[in-house]
Structure formats: structure tokens, C-alpha cells
């Protein structure tokens, strides 16, 4: 059985049927030319269910004391796994848009995982115009951070189109295949690697040290309040966004070339992340402002950053979160990407200086009054941050799935 971590659990006690807290991804295929649509996602069913044993979290559920989850929590093997519960196959209605998918994903997006169960679900949903599939996978944050679930996705996808997986991407054996591929492709000694077993060695050492220098810099931040660092809670405005919602979810997604968001950042001297803050900050202003309520006050946004050391495939969630200053309050579009820029890189700043184990401990603790907050409904009173803005890497070049090109 694999214990839950301190993070993991977190995302446990602070659910609620208002505030699910599993995370989806919704991936578009191009099916091969001439093969029957309803066969082959039925052969891709069959293939996702064929497996002896399945890697984490597809086979683990929660086990817990009588404590509950104030006590020991662990995940432990379900012996009695219906694949056909987790494996499922849809149908849109005509005419197959993608109006047509985002209406069926936010409402598969807006049921809880029945804990009862592994906490994972993949939909399998045909009838795309144009000779697409989709492909919508559910994962509970306790299971899966961002770069993790990214993983997932890659491990079953191929740079070739002619590659053919014969036993289920679900597997033990095929997670054991995609860490060696990103072994070969990572050869040799990084300083990334030298620094992951550096972090290892103190950390046996000097536990206390570590909580030391976690506490240490956590109150130091708060305290200096100066600055373009941002904590949780510090000047975040009252506004339209942040009021009690219930359970529905609604799914849309919008595509720009990957340059076109590069060329934003360049032109600024600013990176692709500092882009994508820009992006939404300039987005969340316009929306305020048509309805007359941009706040005095800038939006601030919690921002996760990758805790993940190269290569690590087990941990549920290595990840921080830091929180930017979105710069709302500036009309200036210039102005308004240099106080992003300076506020996201004071806050990566902040935690580069961090060891692994201290990152990992200032997480915790930047959640913990959120994590108080949200059971008694009063995050939208003294909220942590106004949003929440995510940007993970997915592959650069064509990807398959047993011929099928991700669009």
C-alpha cells in the first residue's frame, strides 16, 4: 500500500459536491483513414482494459482508518476493479461540433469520483465531425498533479504512426517502457540529476533543518510585504468573480498557434509563462470593465509551479503554488506585462532558493488557511486569490494512438 502524502489529502478534506477537486483533460484525435469509428474505439476500450496488473492510481482506492481521513490514509490495491466502470464509451448527438463535446464534458466534468472506487474515469467519445474522436480522462488531484496527468497522456501516445500498443497503456508494463524511454532520452549525468540526489542526501539529514528554513522563509515573506513577491491573501481584492458557486461545471477551450503566444512574451522580453498570465490578465480586464467592476485593487492568481524532480513518475503531487500579481488595475498593456513579469519571477525566485523538501513544506503551509476556509464556505469572503491559472507543457511534435494523430 502507498500512504498518502500531507498534499494529497488535502485535496480529500477540502472537497465538497461545490468544489469537486478532480482535474480533467480532454485530448482530439484524427481517426486513420478507412477503419470503422465505432470498431476502433471499441478495440482502444478493449485495449485500456487488458491488464494483469495496473500502475498508480488506475488500480489503487482509498483505504482509511476509523479515523477517516484524519487519520492514516493509504491507497490499496482494489481486487475487485470493474474496468468497465472506469472504461467508457459515448456518443455525441448530431451534428458532432464541438459545441456538441464541450456540452457532454462539462457535464462528465461536474460529478464527483466515487471514493469508493480508484479514483480515475476515461470516456472514450465518438461522433466528431471530420473523422475525430475524443478522448476526456478524469483524475482526482489526490492521484495526479498537472505534470503527472501529462505523463499519463504521454505514455500512451507514439511518435509513429505505424506504432501499435498490444497490451494495455494502463499497465504496470507499459509504465515501466515509458520510464525507460525518458531514461534514453535523458542519458547522462544533468546537473538537474546531481541536484535531485544532493536534495535526497540532506534531506535524511537534517529534517529539522529543513523545517527550519521552511518556516524561516515562509514568515520572511510575509512579514517584508514589500515588493513584487505576492502571498496568499495579500491585497486580493473583492470581486464579481469570487462568489459561492455550486456543483455544475461548464467546459470551453479556445487554440492560438504556439508562436503567436511566444512572439508575446518576446516582444516584451518576457518568457511564454509571462505570456499566458498576460494573456488572461489582459482577458479577465476587458471582461471586468465591459460590466463596470475592475476593482482598485489588482487581481492576483494562483499560479502551480512543478515541484517534480526529472524523471519522477511516482509522486501523486510535487507541486507549489506561488501567487502573481495579474497587474489589472493598469490600462497600459506594457506596463501591465512588466508588473506580471516581475511579480512571477519574484515568486519562482522565491522558491528556487528553496530545497525540494522546504518547497514542498511552504506549499502546505500557503494552503492550510485555504484549506480552513473552504469547509466553512468563507473563501469567498477572505479569498487566498481571485483565480486560478495553469499552463503545462504537453508534446512538441505529432503524437499516436495506435494510428490515431492527436490534433
Given at each position: 500500500?502507498?500512504?498518502?502524502?500531507?498534499?494529497?489529502?488535502?485535496?480529500?478534506?477540502?472537497?465538497?459536491?461545490?468544489?469537486?477537486?478532480?482535474?480533467?483533460?480532454?485530448?482530439?484525435?484524427?481517426?486513420?483513414?478507412?477503419?470503422?469509428?465505432?470498431?476502433?474505439?471499441?478495440?482502444?476500450?478493449?485495449?485500456?482494459?487488458?491488464?494483469?496488473?495496473?500502475?498508480?492510481?488506475?488500480?489503487?482506492?482509498?483505504?482509511?482508518?476509523?479515523?477517516?481521513?484524519?487519520?492514516?490514509?493509504?491507497?490499496?490495491?482494489?481486487?475487485?476493479?470493474?474496468?468497465?466502470?472506469?472504461?467508457?464509451?459515448?456518443?455525441?448527438?448530431?451534428?458532432?461540433?464541438?459545441?456538441?463535446?464541450?456540452?457532454?464534458?462539462?457535464?462528465?466534468?461536474?460529478t464527483l469520483l466515487d471514493r469508493t472506487r480508484p479514483l480515475w474515469e476515461m470516456h472514450l467519445i465518438e461522433g466528431l465531425q471530420n473523422r475525430q474522436f475524443a478522448v476526456y480522462a478524469?483524475?482526482?488531484?489526490?492521484?495526479?498533479?498537472?505534470?503527472?496527468?501529462?505523463?499519463?497522456?504521454?505514455?500512451?501516445?507514439?511518435k509513429s504512426p505505424r506504432a501499435r500498443v498490444h497490451d494495455s497503456p494502463l499497465s504496470i508494463e507499459a509504465g515501466n517502457r515509458y520510464r525507460e524511454r525518458l531514461q534514453h532520452d535523458?542519458?547522462?549525468?544533468?546537473?538537474?540529476?546531481?541536484?535531485?540526489?544532493?536534495?535526497?542526501?540532506?534531506?535524511?539529514?537534517?529534517?529539522?533543518?529543513?523545517?527550519?528554513?521552511?518556516?524561516?522563509?515562509?514568515?520572511?515573506?510575509?512579514?517584508?510585504?514589500?515588493?513584487?513577491?505576492?502571498?496568499?491573501?495579500?491585497?486580493?481584492?473583492?470581486?464579481?468573480?469570487?462568489?459561492?458557486?455550486?456543483?455544475?461545471?461548464?467546459?470551453?477551450?479556445?487554440?492560438?498557434?504556439?508562436?503567436?503566444?511566444?512572439?508575446?512574451?518576446?516582444?516584451?522580453?518576457?518568457?511564454?509563462?509571462?505570456?499566458?498570465?498576460?494573456?488572461?490578465?489582459?482577458?479577465?480586464?476587458?471582461?471586468?470593465?465591459?460590466?463596470?467592476?475592475?476593482?482598485?485593487?489588482?487581481?492576483?492568481?494562483?499560479?502551480?509551479?512543478?515541484?517534480?524532480?526529472?524523471?519522477?513518475?511516482?509522486?501523486?503531487?510535487?507541486?507549489?503554488?506561488?501567487?502573481?500579481?495579474?497587474?489589472t488595475n493598469i490600462a497600459d498593456a506594457g506596463e501591465r506585462f512588466s508588473a506580471i513579469q516581475a511579480s512571477a519571477h519574484a515568486g519562482k525566485q522565491f522558491f528556487h532558493d528553496l530545497?525540494?523538501?522546504?518547497?514542498?513544506?511552504?506549499?502546505?503551509?500557503?494552503?492550510?488557511?485555504?484549506?480552513?476556509?473552504?469547509?466553512?464556505?468563507?473563501?469567498?469572503?477572505?479569498?487566498?486569490?481571485?483565480?486560478?491559472?495553469?499552463?503545462?507543457?504537453?508534446?512538441?511534435?505529432?503524437?499516436?494512438?495506435?494510428?490515431?494523430?492527436?490534433?
Open positions: 500500500m502507498k500512504k498518502l502524502g500531507l498534499l494529497d489529502k488535502a485535496f480529500l478534506l477540502t472537497e465538497s459536491r461545490q468544489t469537486p477537486m478532480h482535474v480533467g483533460g480532454l485530448s482530439v484525435f484524427n481517426l486513420p483513414r478507412q477503419v470503422n469509428e465505432q470498431e476502433f474505439l471499441h478495440e482502444l476500450a478493449a485495449g485500456l482494459s487488458n491488464a494483469q496488473e495496473l500502475q498508480h492510481p488506475f488500480g489503487g482506492k482509498l483505504k482509511t482508518s476509523l479515523l477517516g481521513l484524519a487519520g492514516p490514509a493509504y491507497w490499496e490495491n482494489d481486487t475487485a476493479l470493474d474496468m468497465g466502470y472506469h472504461i467508457r464509451h459515448s456518443a455525441l448527438p448530431a451534428p458532432g461540433r464541438y459545441r456538441e463535446l464541450f456540452t457532454l464534458v462539462s457535464r462528465l466534468h461536474s478524469k483524475y482526482h488531484h489526490a492521484v495526479v498533479d498537472g505534470a503527472r496527468a501529462i505523463h499519463l497522456a504521454q505514455s500512451m501516445l507514439s535523458t542519458q547522462g549525468y544533468t546537473d538537474t540529476e546531481l541536484r535531485n540526489v544532493a536534495d535526497f542526501l540532506k534531506a535524511q539529514f537534517d529534517t529539522s533543518v529543513q523545517l527550519f528554513g521552511a518556516l524561516k522563509k515562509f514568515t520572511g515573506a510575509w512579514i517584508k510585504r514589500s515588493g513584487p513577491l505576492m502571498m496568499p491573501f495579500m491585497e486580493v481584492p473583492q470581486s464579481s468573480i469570487n462568489t459561492q458557486v455550486d456543483g455544475a461545471r461548464r467546459f470551453v477551450a479556445q487554440s492560438w498557434p504556439f508562436e503567436r503566444v511566444r512572439a508575446i512574451g518576446r516582444v516584451f522580453d518576457g518568457t511564454f509563462n509571462d505570456a499566458v498570465l498576460a494573456v488572461c490578465a489582459g482577458t479577465l480586464r476587458l471582461y471586468l470593465a465591459n460590466h463596470a467592476q475592475v476593482p482598485e485593487k489588482s487581481l492576483k492568481a494562483m499560479v502551480p509551479i512543478s515541484l517534480r524532480r526529472e524523471g519522477d513518475l511516482d509522486a501523486s503531487n510535487a507541486v507549489g503554488f506561488l501567487s502573481a500579481d495579474l497587474a530545497s525540494a523538501n522546504e518547497a514542498q513544506l511552504v506549499s502546505i503551509l500557503l494552503q492550510v488557511p485555504a484549506m480552513l476556509l473552504l469547509p466553512l464556505g468563507l473563501m469567498s469572503r477572505l479569498p487566498p486569490y481571485n483565480t486560478v491559472i495553469s499552463n503545462v507543457p504537453g508534446p512538441r511534435q505529432p503524437m499516436y494512438w495506435n494510428g490515431a494523430r492527436l490534433a
